[in-house]
C-alpha cells in the first residue's frame, strides 16, 4: 500500500516542490482546501480530507481535520496489534507523514487595528492537533512544520523511502516547539484581552554556547530574541575576531545603549561596562580622537563603538591600541583591511537605526526575574532649568546635555565631569555621591582640564559638599535632578560659588 502525506498549510512557500517530489516518489497526498487547489492547479492529483473522513468541512471550516480517521491513522501505534486491529475495523488508513503549519497568528495581531474577533479567527485548531498528534507517534510518523526542512525529508525519501527514525525525532522535537510558541502567543494575547497580565511567556533562540561566564567556572550560553531590533548584538554581524565571550557581550550591549542617545557623530570607549571616553564632534575622525585622548590610559582592552561609518582613518590609529571589541554601524572597505591586520580583533557590524518603540530589560534574581523598559529617555537640557544667579551660556547647555546624556550610563552613584563635549572624569559605583565627584574631579585635573568644565550627577546631591568640592577644581556648570530636602542648600553653595546649576527632575540610576 502506498504511504499517505496529509498536507495543510497556511505558509505555502516551497510546497509545490516538496509535495511533487513526495507525488514522484509514489506517495498518495491528502490535502485540505486552499492548499488542495493550489496543489491540484500544480497539476498534482490529491485526495480531499473529506474523502477520507466521510465527513463534509463544517463551522466555515473550523472543523475538518478532528477525525478519528485523521487522528487513528497519525497515533496508532504500528507495533501494537490492538491499535492495528482498531484501524482495520473502524476502516482507518495511516498517515505516514503531516506537512501542516498553523494559522498566521502572530502576524495578524501584529497589524495596526486588529479586532479580537479577527485575532480569534487566526486561532488554529486542527493543525496544532495534527502537529502534537503526529509528533507523539514519530516512531512511524513524520511531521514537518518548517518550510526550511522540506529539502532534507524529501532527499530521504526519495533514497530510502521514508525518512530515518532520528530525523522524526528531530522534527518531532521542533514540531512541540512551533506548538508551544504558538500557543505562549496566543495565551499571552487573550490573557491581555482579558485583563489578566500576571503571566510572562518569554521566547529566545539559542545564539552560542559560550566558553565560560563571568568567570572560568562558570558555564554560560547566549540567546536572542525572536523579535529583531537595532543595536542589537544578538543580529550583529561579526566580521572578524576571536568568539564573543560573556563579558564581552555584557560590555558590548553597554557601549550599544550609550550609542542609541547620540545623534551627531560620537565615539565611546567602555571598560567593564562604564564609558572611559566619550565624545561628539562634527566628523567620526575627531570624535575617535577626543574620546581616545579623554582616557588613554583606560581604553588598553577596551571596546570602542561609533555610530557612523568607521573609516580608514580611524582604523589607522586603533590599530595600535589593544581593544578587544570595535562596532559601527559599518566600515569602509579600507578600514576593514587595516583592523583585519589583528587577527583577534572582534569587528562587529550593528543595525543603528532609530526607534521609538519600548525595550523591555530582564535581570534575573534568585528564584525570579525583574522586567523594566530600557531607559532610552533623554531629556532636552533647556535654559529654563536653570536654578541659580549664574545663567548657562550656549556652550554651557551643550556640555551638560553631553554629560547628562553620558552619565545616564555610567554605575551609580555616577558623576561624570566633561568639556567641549567630551568626557574628562567619570566616577562610577562609588558607596557615595562625593567619593564618585572627588574621582571624575581628580581625573580630570589629571589631565589637565580646569577650564569651562561641566559636572552631572545621575541622582541628585543629598549635600552641598559636592558642590562646594567641583568649585575648588573649577566647575562652571551643574546638572542633577533635584529632589533632596536639602536642594537649597546646594543652589545657595552654587550661587556663593558662582556656579550655574540645573535641575531636570529626571533621575537615571544605573544599579
Avoid at 262 to 274: E, I, Q, T
Wanted: aromatic share 6%.
Amino acid at each position: 500500500m502506498a504511504k499517505r502525506a496529509l498536507v495543510s498549510v497556511s505558509d505555502k512557500t516551497g510546497l509545490v516542490e516538496f509535495v511533487n517530489g513526495l507525488s514522484k516518489a509514489g506517495w498518495e497526498i491528502i490535502a485540505t482546501g486552499g492548499t488542495q487547489k493550489l496543489l491540484e492547479e500544480a497539476g498534482i492529483t490529491t485526495i480531499g480530507i473529506s474523502e477520507v473522513t466521510g465527513f463534509p468541512e463544517i463551522c466555515d471550516g473550523r472543523v475538518k481535520t478532528l477525525h478519528p480517521k485523521v487522528h487513528g491513522a497519525l497515533l496508532a501505534r504500528r507495533s501494537n496489534p490492538s491499535h492495528l486491529k482498531a484501524l482495520e475495523e473502524n476502516g482507518i488508513g495511516f498517515i505516514d507523514l503531516v506537512c501542516v503549519n498553523l494559522y498566521p497568528f502572530r502576524q495578524t495581531i501584529a497589524q495596526e487595528g486588529v479586532t479580537l474577533e479577527d485575532a480569534i479567527e487566526k486561532i488554529d485548531i486542527g493543525g496544532p492537533s495534527m502537529l502534537r498528534s503526529a509528533a507523539k507517534n514519530y516512531e512511524s510518523v513524520t511531521v514537518v512544520c518548517d518550510p526550511q526542512d522540506y529539502p532534507q525529508v524529501l532527499a530521504e525519501i526519495v533514497q530510502n523511502g521514508d525518512t530515518s527514525l532520528q530525523t522524526r525525532l528531530e522534527l518531532s522535537a521542533k514540531a512541540y516547539t512551533h506548538t508551544a510558541q504558538y500557543d505562549c502567543c496566543i495565551a499571552a494575547y487573550m490573557r491581555k484581552q482579558a485583563g489578566l497580565n500576571e503571566k510572562l511567556f518569554l521566547e529566545f533562540d539559542l545564539k552560542q554556547s559560550l566558553r565560560y561566564g563571568e568567570n572560568p567556572h562558570q558555564s554560560a550560553k547566549f540567546y536572542s530574541s525572536v523579535q529583531q531590533m537595532p543595536y542589537s548584538l544578538a543580529s550583529a554581524e561579526q566580521l572578524q575576531g576571536k568568539e564573543m565571550s560573556y563579558n564581552n557581550i555584557q560590555d558590548a550591549n553597554a557601549a550599544l545603549n550609550i550609542v542609541r542617545d547620540f545623534r551627531k557623530p560620537f565615539c565611546v570607549a567602555l571598560k567593564h561596562m562604564n564609558p572611559c571616553g566619550a565624545a561628539e564632534a562634527d566628523d567620526i575622525e575627531t570624535a575617535w580622537r577626543k574620546a581616545y585622548e579623554a582616557d588613554t590610559v583606560s581604553i588598553y582592552g577596551g571596546i570602542v563603538a561609533v555610530n557612523r561609518c568607521l573609516t580608514g582613518e580611524v582604523a589607522k590609529e586603533m590599530k595600535p591600541i589593544f581593544l578587544e571589541i570595535v562596532m559601527a554601524p559599518d566600515y569602509t572597505p579600507e578600514a576593514l583591511q587595516i583592523l583585519s591586520a589583528k587577527k583577534n580583533l572582534r569587528v562587529l557590524k550593528v543595525e543603528m537605526s532609530s526607534s521609538d518603540n519600548k525595550i523591555d530589560q530582564y535581570v534575573s534574581v534568585n528564584g525570579g526575574l525583574l522586567v523594566q523598559h530600557l531607559d532610552t529617555q533623554v531629556e532636552q537640557l533647556t535654559a529654563d532649568m536653570c536654578v541659580t544667579e549664574q545663567k548657562p551660556t550656549e556652550q554651557m547647555l551643550a556640555d551638560l546635555q553631553f554629560a547628562w546624556n553620558i552619565v545616564k550610563h555610567v554605575k551609580s552613584n555616577a558623576i561624570v565631569v566633561a568639556a567641549n563635549q567630551q568626557t574628562r572624569g567619570v566616577g562610577a559605583g562609588q558607596m557615595n555621591r562625593v567619593g564618585s565627584a572627588e574621582i571624575a574631579l581628580k581625573q580630570a585635573e589629571s589631565g589637565g582640564s580646569c577650564e569651562n568644565l561641566v559636572l552631572s550627577s545621575d541622582g541628585f546631591l543629598p549635600f552641598d559638599d559636592t558642590v562646594e568640592m567641583a568649585a575648588r577644581y573649577g566647575i562652571k556648570a551643574i546638572v542633577q535632578p533635584g529632589g533632596s530636602i536639602r536642594d537649597t542648600d546646594c543652589i545657595n553653595k552654587a550661587n556663593e560659588k558662582g556656579i550655574c546649576m540645573l535641575l531636570t527632575g529626571i533621575r537615571h540610576f544605573k544599579h
